[in-house]
């Protein structure tokens, strides 16, 4: 494809690479742009990667594994798309996933890149674990699997195998058990949601495991779905109408709100911690939800919420988004995005770094053991926090 | 690998060393109108012993060394014109000291005007510092080195005038400190000892500065713009002499544009004004506009337009994306403010003859000392017609400037070539010297104010 036929041909040659990007909403450090926090190179700015893009796709720079790695290190977290004031702005993230959309076309991917997708598309879930260990969390948890239950809840694939995650997934499970939501899980017919593969530039995989997943929920007469992650969320209220896929979508913590302003959940006083919260992109900047999860947090008697300098819009992104969480362009030093992360957690005094997406959790779990702060600053899922302070 | 690669690594550590083609090709721009020129290294130092090791490397190797800040300068002045190593110094980003109560901050090199409004909003509310309009990824030694001038112009001048301490490494790899840090009693003053100040506005041609100490002022609790509009450009002069009589002014900017069109041909005098109370406040507004300005409203020259209160800081500019192209690019010139009517017409000329909208811009610097004017040019980054356009208007502009009698501020290559041509032989010469004495093997951002 040429320049001309890219779908962002006419808007691409726009950014004028002023930095704005960079920023964090309180202009603090030029840091919050994930892959150029780690590398601190121009081309894995915001700016660098379009002009990049333009120059590739005019044949003034050949494909190479770096070029892709540059474009793949970008994590859709939107903070570029918040700080940019030039009109383009909504489509920046958009004109990243096309490129990538256009590596795909041509076949032009890293190793470990190729495997994340092969992997989903052979055994729906980017680790390359079977399909009938997807289940395997909830064995002796005693959960339903769906049928004519109120709720589906979605669990996903981090939520499904990934160990740390694992525990997020129990937590809420156990609370919606012991309130009484009528909840059922797809166990091992669930299929991956598909965020990530979008953000990936795989659109013809994302659409077959969107109509898959709507053909799923549907069968089972599923019209509210819980989620617990942000990505998932994302997936399916803004990316699954164009397909059919019209449901009633919850993140997690919509629903712990609720139980909680309902009565269905109670708190013991003894849960003292100072706890700060590390906003999930996909829940924020792409979902416009920052207040949910801090109102849950505020509910709890005893904790002491402090907010870190970059929170909101202007929160630093965990750099574990677009697949980085497991493709891991941006890991492997004391500036990824994830320790950068920890250590503001830890400048605020906090003694609980609370999160609300498994993606997440994952990152900050292991990044708070590379800082070595593991014995200071504990990293725990919203629902593991709530399922802790009411016991 | 290579040998220079390799050491280069040793130096800075895996990742923040480069020669793979994409950050060639990235490095190789200036977001203005120059050329590309491709560096065949990049490095990325977090410390000043490391730029030291950097520079002792190039001068040892003769290989160019051009070092860059926030790469906003738009006159291609960190464009690797002769190849090299291409030293991108923003890692170096510590705000190491501030001095409440003498007023001061000291910051590495790549301290971004961003990070700094940030910081003293945040930690020191009651001090700032002169911000200019650039993007706020701009840094401030980028900013003194080519002499920039900002918010706070009008009272206090070029930004370049309040530095209170340098370090700079030199291209033998010495250091060197300048002020009251170099006998290690503080960065409280640059004065009173012996100047030897060959860094400012040498682009690194003389020395790469990899610290410094920045004057911090007074923040007033309420600041805003108050605009005044005239239709005669030959007003202005007047007009900017008297407001900086008033010395009632933080920033003074007289501008006019092409677009919106129901402006075109009007002027306006944007006046910032600070105060710690309403008291104050209307005092000052009281002597600028009613006394000062009343004049003219009465006479029916002029108009004022109110007063907002609030200064977008950092400022965001949308000057790129007009006519969705992605580009533009000024000539900076240092005139006398008598000199506003000519600038504005032979301006508004030239854009007009290079079919673009005209919009020119004038910052006061002190008590109206001087104006700091900008003759702006878009482009579209995608269609090189309009970029040869804005180049060829850009030129006929660094001409204008010299003959209406100003100097050109942060020239281009193009520019030097007119300000070296102008400049006497005796002092060109001892520039050379200096060169030559401080920079043997020619190795500083050549191609950069080069003396034949």
Redesign the interface.
Known sequence: MALKDFAYG??I????????C??PA?????NNCPPYAR?????YSCG?RL??TR?WLNE???W?E??AE?LYSCTTCKNCEMKC????NVDIVNMIVAARSEMVERGRLPKNIKTFLENIELYGNPYGSGRTQRNIWAEDEGIDKYSSHEYLLYVGCAGSYDTRAQKATKALAGILKKTGVSFGILGDEENCDGNEVQKMGETGLFEALARGNIYLFKKFGIQKIIVLSPHAFNAFKNHYPEYGGDFSIFHYTHILYNLIADGMITFTDTFKRKVTYHDPCFLGRWNNEYEIPRKIIKAIPGIEIIEM?KHREGALCCGGGAGNFSIDLLGG?KESPARRRIREAYETGADVLAAACPKCLIMLDNAVKEEGLEDKLIVRDISEIVLDACK | MDSIYKSLTAIVGD??V?N????L???S?D?GTAEPHRPDY?V?PETTEQVQEIVRLANRENIPIVPLG???SLAGLAVPLKGGILL?L??M?QIIEVNEKARYAVIECGV?Q??L???LE?HHPHLTHSEPGA???ATIAGNVMIHGQGDLAQPYGFTSDMILGLEVVLPAGELLHFGSCAVGTGWFTLHPLPDVGIFLGWYGTTGIITKLSIKLFPAKKIRGVGTFVVEDENLIPEIIFKITHTQMAEDIIAFSRAIPPFTRELHHINVNIAADSEKELEFREEIIWDDTLGEYIRSGDGGYLGFVRGLQR?Q???T??YK?????EYVGGIMPVETYPQCYRKGREISEQHSIPYTVTGRVIGAAHSMMFAWTYAF???DSETIGQARAALHETDDLVMKLGGVIWKPGTYGQKLVLERLEPDTRELMKKIKTLIDPNGIMNPGNWEIP
């Open positions: 006419d808007t040659h726009r950014c004028f690479r002023c930095g704005y960079k920023f309180n202009w603090m450090d030029v590398f601190r190179m121009e081309t660098g002009w990049l120059a003034q720079l050949e190479s770096h070029l540059i004031p030039l009109r383009f300098e030093g | 990742g923040h480069s793979r083609p994409e950050e090709y990235i490095y721009f977001l990049i990325s926030g790469g906003l991108d923003k890692r980003d971004s961003g990070q409004t940030s910081y945040r993007p706020p990824a950092p965001i500019s949308k790129s994306d969705k192209g992605g580009g533009f579209n980054r995608a």
